[in-house]
């Protein structure tokens, strides 16, 4: 059913805009985009078990991505890692501060609210991505995203004024949320270009290095604790790295050279619904999404559906 989906989301790719495929992959992007999006769907389940804090789970879990990935990395792209130009790393940079600022943000938010709460929130980034590719990627969308932007909007205020009727504390947690999705719409989009021209390999060693650094130095700042107390926290990490991010966004990484910034971002749809079943069934009865959260899912999906269906590439 997925594959079903996506292969539909698959054909509004323009395939005659610039970035247009020039040699066949190995592996359909299609079915990269199904494993990437399950995987990257228990991310939450996973954190939400850890006891460790918020940066020291992202720090840990992007830095044992980078050891895990350095191996490959050099073994079949070293040239192109060392070969990286000055203003290309200093991009790739850019784009791991992004990343480190989505994964800070959004972890904290689990510390707070819901899955539920948390992924919708921070799956609404397709909306921030369209409207800043009409405007500056020439990734035009229709008029009628307008209105997905404004049902999104509603079922974000639902949400949002839902919580605030439990507690400030998911409130809090829906704020963090919201920033992550902006650091996250800026890593999609900071990364689009250059990793056009990159392997999927070097980008991701790169840019998953300078993030971990950073949230190390922040774990540091703010006094996290580095060593956790319970082994099994190491277990939590590592999966985090291998499930989550190698399966995950390492995929969505290598699908970008050749779907639109749009689409990768369309199938990230379906996250917040497969988490939230996990969620329901791994972490009863406290993750089960109330009528308002439902109400309010609802309308975002609905929301992000109307933006990313309806967005077109200029000239068609």
């Not at 059913?1 to 020039?22: E, P, V």
């Not at 929130?121 to 590719?133: A, E, F, K, N, R």
């Not at 650091?183 to 840019?207: D, E, F, H, W």
Request: aromatic share 12%; hydrophobic share 55%; charged share 10%.
């Amino acid at each position: 059913m997925l594959l079903i989906c996506f292969d539909s989301l698959w054909g509004k790719l323009n395939r005659r805009r610039r970035y247009a495929l020039l040699v066949k992959p190995r592996f359909d992007p299609r079915l990269a985009i199904v494993v990437a999006v399950v995987s990257i769907s228990f991310a939450s389940i996973f954190i939400k078990w850890s006891e460790s804090d918020a940066l020291t789970i992202a720090a840990y879990r992007l830095g044992f991505a980078t050891l895990i990935l350095l191996i490959p990395t050099f073994l079949l792209n070293r040239q192109e890692l060392f070969g990286l130009s000055r203003k290309e790393f200093v991009v790739l940079a850019l784009v791991g501060i992004a990343l480190a600022f989505h994964f800070g943000f959004w972890i904290s938010s689990l510390k707070h609210t819901t899955v539920a709460n948390s992924v919708l929130l921070v799956s609404t980034h397709p909306i921030l991505v369209g409207i800043i590719s009409h405007y500056y990627v020439r990734e035009r969308i229709t008029l009628i995203a307008g209105v997905g932007v404004g049902i999104a909007l509603i079922g974000m205020i639902i949400i949002g004024s839902s919580d605030l009727a439990l507690s400030p504390e998911f409130l809090l947690g829906d704020v963090l949320a919201l920033l992550g999705m902006f650091a996250l719409a800026a890593y999609l989009l900071s990364g689009r270009k250059i990793r056009q021209k990159t392997s999927v390999l070097p980008y991701v060693t790169v840019v998953y290095g300078i993030a971990a650094v950073c949230l190390f130095i922040g774990c540091f700042i703010f006094g996290a604790q580095l060593i956790p107390n319970q082994g099994q926290e190491w277990i939590l990490f590592l999966a985090l790295a291998i499930v989550p991010t190698i399966f995950g966004h390492t995929v969505y990484n290598w699908t970008l050279k050749y779907v639109t910034t749009l689409i990768v971002s369309m199938s990230i749809l379906f996250e917040p619904i497969l988490s939230a079943i996990f969620a329901t069934f791994l972490l009863v009865p406290a993750e089960i999404p109330s009528i308002w959260v439902l109400s309010g899912g609802i309308l975002i999906l609905v929301g992000i559906y109307f933006v990313a269906s309806r967005s077109r590439s200029n000239g068609n």
